[in-house]
């Protein structure tokens, strides 16, 4: 194998870039389906998953080409792309909300909200099991429990305060402290 065969690149450049586009878009809108207890609760099953989906898109997004310039070109588009979906995305509020979502309020009073809970793709025992991490161990020590667009599950203690704020907080991205 010559230096060429291996730093060249032996597909159309724009080939690859509009193939690695397009998988990311489906891989953005499939983990969008999924739901978002991926985002923020990786278990084993989601590690392997992410792995044989690396594997699996690959060749798609570079075709024939198999250059070290053909990965670059191809890792370069997903960053890019990737940039450029966050920055979208801190500009117009639907895009956030269409790729974030919208935290998911599970228990209101104590009480489990079942089809919140079926929506948001958990079960009752993971939501308790959330509760325990925060240190309670009844669900009627709960005044709300709700699932943050991040994947993490907030709890309110029953008998708390709520406090309002007039501003909007927004999200510190990772990069940008």
Known sequence: ?????????????????YRTAIIYAAIVIGMRLTGRRQLGQMTPFDLVLGLLIAN???????GPDTTI????????????LNRGLEIASDRLPLLRHAIEGKP???V??????PDHVRAAGLSDDLIM??????GFERLDQVRMAVLE???????????SATVRTRDRLRAVRRGTL
């Open 56 to 62: 699996a898109v690959q060749n798609a997004m570079v």
């Open 129 to 134: 099991q959330a509760i325990r991490e925060h």
């Open 104 to 106: 998911i309020l599970l």
């Open 108 to 113: 209101n009073d104590g009480v489990f909200i």
């Open 1 to 17: 194998m010559s230096t060429a065969d291996v730093f060249g690149i032996h597909a159309d450049l724009w080939e690859i870039v």
């Open 149 to 159: 667009i991040d994947g993490t599950v907030s709890i309110v203690p029953a008998g």
């Open 69 to 80: 310039f053909g990965g670059v070109v191809a890792a370069g588009t997903l960053l890019v």
